[in-house]
């Protein structure tokens, strides 16, 4: 068994590597991969864990990219330390700093004021949206995580903030030049048509794009078989992986939905 799509405290799971990995070795796994949210900051531990656990451990990342179309594109085999790859992740630290603030200006002008410490103090390394959802709801401006996020920081909600992106073309570049293998992720969860996905792969194909995640916890049959098909017919690599964020999302857990 293998589990190629994890997030840890790195970013926005509720595990650290160690935990993750060691849970992994619990459920008889022998690979994984760490895709934390813009960031490779929680792969050195997890890949010494993956020593001290017997479980080979991928370095990879996750990257939110695209301007009007959100693409998550994920990137293994890189390593953490290629001037490429550290000057996108470090331009990336900067933006979800800068989107927090602006995202804090906004919940001032609603009257909520939550802080930047507040939110720091729940992230360990990048700052999402979820922390500052959790932030919201231990202030009780809202009962849960998704209530903040469909009442205030969610998509088009009275606080929501655009983060600054690359193009999905230029994270295939900075991913193909550390010597990494760029994957489109969930690709169910554009909401694209078929004839649209199926243009738009054929135009990240020509960008340098390596493989797709075809199993997903939230991707239908449906969709799983047109991913699949679609890697096929372009010789593209077929990847799997749960999406894994521990407590955030407690109906996923490690390995499930491949
Ligand atoms: P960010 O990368 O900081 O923009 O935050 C995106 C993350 O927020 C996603 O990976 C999800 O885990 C979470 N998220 C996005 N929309 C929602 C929602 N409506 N309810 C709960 N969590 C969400
Ligand atoms: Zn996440
Ligand atoms: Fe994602
Ligand atoms: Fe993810």
Aim: glycine letters at 10%; charged letters at 25%.
């Amino acid at each position: 068994m293998l589990d190629l799509h994890i997030h840890t405290t790195a970013s926005d799971g509720t595990y650290t590597p160690t935990q993750v990995v060691r849970m992994a070795k619990e459920k008889g796994f022998t690979l994984v991969a760490i895709t934390d949210h813009d960031t490779m900051d929680g792969v050195a531990e997890a890949m010494e864990a993956g020593k001290q656990y017997n479980v080979e451990v991928i370095p990879g990342v996750e990257i939110s990219s695209g301007v009007s179309l959100v693409v998550h594109m994920l990137g293994y085999g890189m390593s953490p330390q290629h001037p490429v790859i550290k000057a996108m992740l470090e331009d990336m630290r900067l933006a979800r700093v800068e989107r927090m603030y602006r995202i804090i200006d906004n919940l001032k002008a609603l009257g909520i004021p939550i802080t930047a410490q507040e939110v720091e103090a729940l992230a360990d390394g990048a700052i999402g949206r979820p922390h500052i959802a959790r932030v919201l709801v231990a202030h009780g401006v809202a009962p849960d995580v998704r209530t903040a996020f469909r009442e205030y920081i969610g998509l088009g909600a009275k606080a929501y903030a655009e983060r600054r992106k690359m193009t999905s073309e230029e994270v295939i570049g900075n991913i193909r030049a550390a010597g990494g293998v760029p994957v489109l992720a969930h690709g169910g969860l554009l909401r694209l048509t078929e004839v649209e996905l199926s243009a738009w792969i054929d135009a990240m194909c020509k960008a340098g794009l390596m493989g797709l995640e075809c199993y997903h916890n939230a991707h239908t049959p449906e969709i799983e078989r047109f991913l699949r098909r679609a890697a096929k017919e372009r010789g593209l690599l077929v990847t799997g992986g749960s999406d894994f964020h521990g407590e955030t999302r407690k109906d996923v857990d490690l390995g499930t939905g491949l």
